[in-house]
């Protein structure tokens, strides 16, 4: 069993920076890709960035050149900094980890964090 538990999230001006944490525990294979999705109010869950086998990165073009994902393998932490936020990055985030190595669609995901709540006021 996994256990996925994000922390960071908060309130923000248009234009701030935030990091967000995710601790992975129980049995993890390093290996496999891991990322961050997230939920705006009223809107379906969205793919964010992904870190997969060898360390490769991917983001959605909403967020490309402002947010850097990376994961410390370690401390079994994943991260998500972010800046020049805007208030369209309002929603609650989610960690996910992925049954396979290199991919991380929404539909390859084994297990979801609880979310972290981010707000970017304008």
């Known amino acids: 069993q996994v256990q996925l538990a994000e922390s960071g999230g908060g309130l923000v001006q248009t234009g701030g920076s935030l990091r967000l944490s995710c601790l992975a525990s129980g049995n993890i294979f390093n290996n496999r890709a891991m990322g961050w999705y997230r939920q705006a109010p009223g809107k379906q869950r969205e793919y964010v960035a992904a870190?997969?086998?060898?360390?490769?990165?991917n983001y959605a073009d909403s967020v490309k050149g402002r947010f850097t994902i990376s994961r410390d393998n370690a401390k079994n932490t994943l991260y998500l900094q972010m800046h020049s936020l805007k208030p369209e990055d309002t929603a609650v985030y989610y960690c996910a980890l992925s049954r396979f190595v290199l991919t991380l669609r929404a539909s390859d995901i084994d297990y979801w964090g609880q979310g972290t709540q981010v707000t970017v006021s304008s």
């Open positions: 870190i997969i086998a060898g360390g490769s990165t």
